[in-house]
């Protein structure tokens, strides 16, 4: 069984979280710069395997895609060339921000921290993948793979 990698996509970096080999655990990994997103993953997957990507999907209050959609699609097809035989799946990433936010502040840390752009993308590609493992979509993709 493989690790399930999920992005926190944004313009300028990308939050990278990742489950444990038997996808118990989802722990923040790192930040990349989002022009270095696919490198990135190509080199992760080699070293520690996947088998699936989760994708932060930005959506409004409605639950319509928002507009930073147009930046994330064509990010997300040129890593779907790239990376072809890599399932990848969306997930609804809202309030992820302000819950990272608030992670940090129960957390203790200080201002200057929480101020770090780069912390609270990571911090939110775990919350995106923690919801996800709870999701019955990921039961349903659990289901497939048996």
Do not use: W
């Not at 395997?49 to 639950?63: A, Q, S, Y």
């Not at 994330?72 to 035989?85: F, T, W």
Request: aromatic share 6%; glycine share 6%; proline share 4%.
């Amino acid at each position: 069984m493989g690790r399930i990698l999920a992005i926190d996509f944004g313009r300028k970096r990308c939050g990278i979280a990742a489950t444990d080999p038997l996808r118990i655990v989802a722990s923040g990994v790192t930040t990349v710069a989002s022009a270095q997103l696919i490198d990135y993953i190509k080199n992760y997957r080699q070293a520690n395997g996947i088998d699936l990507i989760v994708v932060g999907e930005p959506r409004d209050m409605h639950g319509d895609p928002s507009e930073s959609q147009r930046y994330l699609r064509p990010a997300i097809d040129r890593l779907k060339k790239a990376i072809p035989d890599l399932p990848l799946v969306f997930f609804d990433e809202r309030f992820t921000s302000v819950l990272a936010h608030k992670a940090m502040l129960d957390g203790g840390l200080r201002q200057k921290a929480r101020r770090d752009k780069a912390l609270v993308d990571e911090i939110s590609a775990t919350i995106i993948l923690n919801d996800f493992l709870a999701s019955r979509q990921y039961q349903e993709f659990k289901q497939e793979q048996q």
